[in-house]
């Protein structure tokens, strides 16, 4: 599992991964910026993030990866697409304040909620989500184009 929060332009997630109930002592990127400038990230199953940045890139709306119980979500200058396996949604960013998503999303709102930053409120996830942990990774957004 994972939390990624985002807040005044910048995206954060923890970088734990875990196999067989097992926390690894390496950590993996959960969020990366593709050439286009494009922030991606992801919660739950790993192993479909590159799948999906793949299937992205191509620019083929057909065979989409099953993402099962994974979010995938695509942050570009203005708007937020969230993918989950039965589909797509767009929100705009300037009607979001701040959000959060994954196994430590309730208590990463918590802490948003009272002010904290988007890294912040990640590793205050981290203290009592068991799916979150390792190092805390951040991406700022692009700037909308005026």
């Known amino acids: 599992m ?4 985002m807040r005044s332009g910048v995206v954060a997630s923890d970088s734990n991964i875990g196999l067989g109930g097992l926390k690894h002592p390496f950590g993996v990127q959960k969020l990366k910026r ?24 191509l620019g083929t709306p057909e065979n989409r990866p099953n993402l099962q119980d994974s979010t995938i979500l695509l942050f ?6 969230v993918f989950e396996d039965m589909g797509e ?14 196994s430590g999303a309730a208590p990463a709102l918590g802490a948003l909620h009272a002010g904290a930053t988007a890294g912040e409120a990640v590793a205050i996830a981290a203290l009592v989500d068991p799916g979150t942990g390792g190092a805390v990774h951040s991406l700022r957004i692009p700037e909308p184009k005026r």
Do not use: K, M, N, R
């Open 89 to 102: 949604f767009t929100l705009q960013l300037e009607e979001i304040p701040f959000a959060a998503w994954g």
């Open 2 to 5: 994972t939390t990624i929060a």
């Open 34 to 57: 593709l050439d286009s400038g494009l922030i991606v990230g992801i919660t739950g199953d790993y192993c479909w993030f590159e799948p999906f940045v793949e299937w992205f890139e």
């Open 76 to 81: 570009s200058a203005t708007e937020l697409t």
